[in-house]
């Protein structure tokens, strides 16, 4: 009876994993096919050969990974300051900013995104600019920065006031105790609302869309464009290289976790 | 460290970035294209409502439908052993970093003519277009939004106490008992967020209609990016409406969720 459950048990999450996966399968095996249409005409690596000649392709790769790199840099520190500040607020006001903050997170992003272009060509009628880099940019930082106070607040309530003030008392200016009791403190929270803007801005379709402009080209929305023109099998060399990295680094940050945690064990 | 001031930079931020362009949305909503108040807007946004009705359809159902592939996959993950269940929560959240047009677009290849799947109903005997209808949208949404349906309900059943399972046994409950006396009562508030996290962004989603759907299977969100590009008045409306009905949305769920954490 009991081994009979197990057995179910193992059989549907089985099935689930073929529905998770067997679309991603079958996207990574068409890239090495030799043939356009979904019919298996033979083993070719040339779809390889035409991404990487393909210059949208590597320009916007290059545009995207700017963009996340900035926005995520920018709004680890705009978030990480603002985490403090709000902690220092007292219930009423610390209650409201958080829940402005969060707007971005709860809202549909399709509002969030025609809400920027909104602004950005109310903006750009009135300075006479062209939206492109820097309002995605703004808007990626916009976006991004409540999950880096999400991630930083936690780790200040957790903290422990009195090394802050014991390190004053010891002689610290405010700057040093910072540096040397808060920081070290919050730094997970900082680390990981960092990786968390990294990922959400490198992913980003729907706000870029709106933001975008006429010329500037990420790589989700050069994805966008290709599906839009033809099928092509690029596309699916393109998938099954974003997918080998991202297996690449998911197991690199889990050996590099797994190796902190025993050096604090140890 | 007892100032307020660092906050400075992010609160004028907020206020340019996020609540001037909200603002924006309303006062477009209300206006015509001279500037003068109106509801002109919302009348005009009144067609849309059968796409509004659509869309929230649509959600409600890949919502439920994830919700029954989640929960025993939830329950299953929780009884098993910590390093089987790492490994499946890791496999389960892996696909959620690849972007979603190439997800969807993976099931458009899946689904068109000659696709592995159109294939294989063809050899059990079916001749029916799987691209281009409200299924195959429900079945993009329910791939895409899956894993947020089972990271809460895990992780809620994670922390259900073992020994109140123990002492709902040893006060003589069989399995079916205390499966709905104590597990199901506690995983409630991993639903609710479950329910949330899966309803809102298939609901505004744009994009998966498009592709997977047919030319009446248009979303909300497809008619605001549509629309915008002729008219900012009118898109503002419907994005407006959009917005407060997932607000109450959100609310309604939170109240329940907080009756729930109330009454546990």
Redesign the interface.
């Known amino acids: 009876m009991k081994n009979k459950r197990k057995l179910g048990?193992k059989i549907?999450?089985a099935l689930?994993?073929v529905?998770?996966?067997?679309?991603?399968a079958?996207?990574i095996l068409?890239s090495f096919n030799d043939g356009k249409?979904?019919?298996w005409k033979g083993f070719t690596l040339k779809w390889y050969y035409e991404l990487f000649n393909n210059s949208a392709i590597m320009t916007s790769l290059y545009n995207t990974l700017i963009i996340a790199v900035l926005a995520a840099l920018v709004s680890t520190v705009?978030?990480t300051?603002?985490?403090?500040?709000?902690y220092?607020?007292k219930k009423p006001v610390r209650s409201l900013?958080t829940n402005?903050?969060n707007?971005?997170i709860?809202?549909?992003?399709?509002?969030?995104g025609?809400?920027?272009?909104?602004?950005f060509a109310?903006l750009g009628t009135l300075f006479n600019f062209e939206m492109g880099f820097a309002t995605v940019l703004?808007?990626h930082?916009?976006f991004c920065?409540p999950y880096v106070i999400l991630n930083v607040m936690p780790k200040l309530r957790q903290m422990d006031?009195s090394i802050?003030e014991a390190a004053l008392d010891l002689g610290c200016n405010?700057r040093q105790?910072?540096f040397k009791t808060?920081m070290p403190e919050i730094m997970p929270g900082v680390i990981s609302g960092m990786l968390m803007s990294f990922?959400y801005s490198l992913?980003d379709?729907?706000i870029t869309?709106f933001t975008r402009g006429p010329k500037f080209q990420t790589?989700?929305i050069e994805?966008?464009t290709m599906?839009r023109r033809r099928?092509s099998p690029t596309?699916n060399a393109l998938?099954t290289l974003?997918?080998i990295i991202?297996?690449a680094i998911?197991i690199i940050v889990n050996v590099w976790e797994r190796r902190a945690e025993k050096e604090r064990t140890a | 460290m007892k100032s307020k001031a660092p906050s400075i930079p992010y609160l004028i931020w907020m206020l340019v970035f996020t609540i001037i362009p909200l603002a924006m949305v309303v006062y477009y909503a209300f206006t015509d294209r001279s500037g003068n108040f109106t509801l002109q807007s919302f009348a005009d946004s009144l067609f849309y409502t059968d796409v509004f009705v659509r869309s929230l359809w649509i959600a409600l159902l890949s919502t439920a439908i994830c919700l029954l592939i989640a929960y025993p996959l939830s329950y299953i993950m929780s009884r098993a052993k910590a390093s089987t269940r790492n490994v499946i929560t890791m496999l389960i959240m892996l696909p959620m970093w690849m972007n979603f047009i190439l997800r969807i677009y993976a099931w458009v290849l899946l689904l068109q003519n000659d696709g592995l799947v159109d294939l294989a109903v063809h050899l059990l005997g079916l001749d029916v277009p799987l691209l281009g209808n409200a299924g195959a949208v429900v079945l993009g949404m329910v791939y895409n939004f899956l894993p947020f349906m089972v990271l809460p309900i895990h992780s809620v059943m994670l922390k259900i106490d073992n020994r109140l399972v123990e002492a709902a046994q040893d006060l003589g409950a069989g399995k079916a008992k205390v499966f709905s006396k104590v597990i199901f009562p506690l995983s409630i508030p991993g639903i609710i967020s479950g329910i949330t996290m899966v309803f809102v962004p298939t609901a505004s989603t744009f994009l998966v209609a498009q592709y997977l759907g047919g030319t009446g299977d248009k979303m909300i969100g497809d008619v605001i990016e549509n629309i915008f590009q002729r008219d900012k008045n009118v898109g503002s409306a419907i994005s407006l409406a959009l917005m407060i009905i997932i607000l109450v949305f959100i609310i309604i769920m939170n109240k329940f969720g907080d009756e729930e954490a109330a009454v546990a």
């Open positions: 048990s549907y999450v689930v994993m529905f998770l996966y067997l679309p991603i079958v996207l068409y249409t979904s019919v705009l978030g300051l603002a985490a403090i500040g709000i220092n607020m900013v402005v903050s707007i971005p709860i809202n549909p992003e399709i509002v969030t025609v809400s920027f272009m909104l602004l109310f703004i808007a930082i916009s920065t006031y802050y405010p105790a910072f808060v990922t992913d379709f729907v869309y790589l989700p994805i966008y599906l099928i596309i998938s974003l997918f991202t297996i998911l």
